[in-house]
């Protein structure tokens, strides 16, 4: 087999509740992701020996300076080889785009890559179910980048039911700062109560346009307090429209009813903001991929539904 070169996407959270905290440290949370048409370049080549390499730079070339054997995506590798007897190994190559720390999933996303793909190359047939419980054990956020769908989430977010958002134009912009989740789900002053919405509600809510006056992201205020550059950021995208912290930040973006409305905002955007312009969208990029290789994707709850 020649190198798969494949999409690692980012994803949004378009909302993000903590409900409570289990005995075990683990938060209770609701969220509803959506995934992007925007992420790292990940390139798959199979070797004959049992080696694995993992290389992770910049689209600049810089390197990303994350020793490789503390990277999940040559623990997944390592766990796959041992586990089921891999005789091969992978050479695995990562151009990231998607900002490091920024709340946009690139991380899990690379993991998830990485179990779907070496599925595949490695001819290992396990189903999607098996993949969710191998990625859970890595990240609670990886599960959402296998199913491939856009869904909403609860327990401690690998709880997933399918849902099917308005796909739009996203404007993301990234602060020049590392936001720590840890911290941040550690801080005295995090919101941990948030009251919990049932699905029934929330289809309610997003059918009759009042989704967004009725959730939050209980990291934001925090973020914004702790992070004065965030702030900073999301006042000014605030005056084009409403920005929103993803997951535990530091990313922040805005939802915007047109591609020449994101086109103008980044015309207006100062010399130093980093930024990005790209869709959301309810299926995986990725998966689109791996299905015209002809990988099969068993259906993980059946038809998707909003």
């Known amino acids: 087999m020649n190198t798969l070169v494949l999409c690692s996407p ?20 609701q969220t509803l992701f959506q995934y992007l048409e925007y992420g790292d370049e990940i390139s798959f ?14 689209a600049s070339g810089e390197d990303c300076g994350v020793p490789a ?3 999940l995506i040559y623990k997944i590798a390592s766990y796959l080889q041992t586990t ?19 709340g946009l999933g690139g ?17 290992l047939n396990l189903s999607l179910k098996t993949l969710m419980q191998i990625g859970e054990t890595f990240g609670a956020d990886i599960p959402c980048f296998l199913i491939g769908q856009s869904a909403w ?17 996203v404007v993301v912009l990234t602060p020049p700062c590392l936001v720590s989740t840890p911290k941040m789900y550690q801080h005295s002053q995090l919101t941990r109560n948030t009251s919990s919405l049932r699905i029934g509600t929330l289809e309610g809510l997003l059918k009759n346009g009042l989704f967004e006056n009725a959730v939050r992201n209980d990291f934001q205020q925090l973020v914004c307090q702790n992070y004065p550059i965030v702030a900073e950021y999301m006042a000014w995208l605030n005056q084009y429209a409403k920005a929103k912290l993803s997951g535990s930040g530091a990313s922040i973006f805005a939802i915007v009813e047109s591609e020449e409305k994101a086109a103008r905002i980044m015309e207006d955007l100062p010399p130093c903001y ?20 002809g990988f099969f994707f068993e259906s993980y709850w059946g038809v998707a539904k909003r």
């Not at 089921?84 to 190994?89: A, E, I, L, M, T």
């Not at 991380?107 to 001819?123: H, I, P, Q, R």
């Open 10 to 29: 980012a994803k949004i959270n378009h909302f993000l509740h903590i409900n409570g905290q289990r005995a075990d440290g683990y938060h209770l949370i």
């Open 84 to 102: 089921y007897h891999v005789n091969s190994g992978i050479d695995i190559r990562v151009t990231k785009k998607i900002p490091m720390g920024g």
């Open 45 to 58: 080549t199979p070797l004959a020996q049992s080696h694995i390499a993992v290389q992770m730079a910049f």
């Open 107 to 123: 991380g899990s996303s690379n993991a998830a890559t990485t179990l779907l793909t070496l599925n595949y190359v490695w001819k």
């Open 69 to 71: 054997e503390q990277n």
């Open 153 to 169: 989430g609860e327990g401690i977010g690998t709880q997933l039911t399918p849902t099917i958002l308005d796909e739009q134009h």
């Open 274 to 293: 980093q930024a990005f312009v790209a869709k959301s969208v309810n299926h995986s990029p990725l998966h689109a991929q791996l299905s015209n290789l």
